[in-house]
């Protein structure tokens, strides 16, 4: 499967931005996505992910209650609403997917072997 995120850009302390993750391929409704980001100088870091089923829902604790997943897979895509955005969510976004992703991993880089190319989320204060 190819990916790519769209929907990145520069926003405001509080704005809100919505993320697509765009899939290629039939099969995308087979595939956990998830959502890492990557500030400059630090280590990828997990966001948020779904499940193939839609179901299924996980996020990091400093994103709960403010950023929201789903996925249409009608149209082969993934989205990340990210309301209330904070100058610390600055980083480039990246979506990943897997078909085989078990329950303790989602939030492990290592599991997740198709990623698109990032897309940069620059919030100021």
């Known amino acids: 499967v190819q990916l790519q995120a769209s929907g990145g850009g520069l926003a405001q302390a509080g704005a809100s931005l919505r993320l697509s993750c765009a899939g290629s391929?039939?099969?995308?409704?087979?595939?956990?996505i998830a959502w890492f980001r990557q500030a400059p100088g630090k280590e990828r870091q997990f966001v948020a992910a779904?499940?193939?089923?839609?179901?299924?829902?996980y996020y990091t604790d400093s994103v709960k209650g403010r950023f929201t997943i789903s996925r249409d897979n009608a149209k082969n895509t993934v989205y990340l609403q990210m309301n209330s955005l904070k100058p610390e969510d600055t980083a480039v976004y990246y979506c990943?997917?897997?078909?085989?992703?078990?329950?303790?991993?989602?939030?492990?880089?290592?599991?997740?072997?198709?990623w698109g190319q990032g897309t940069q989320v620059t919030v100021s204060s």
């Open positions: 391929g039939r099969t995308f409704s087979r595939y956990s």
């Open positions: 779904i499940r193939a089923s839609g179901g299924y829902t």
């Open positions: 990943a997917a897997d078909s085989s992703v078990i329950l303790s991993q989602v939030s492990r880089t290592h599991a997740y072997n198709y």
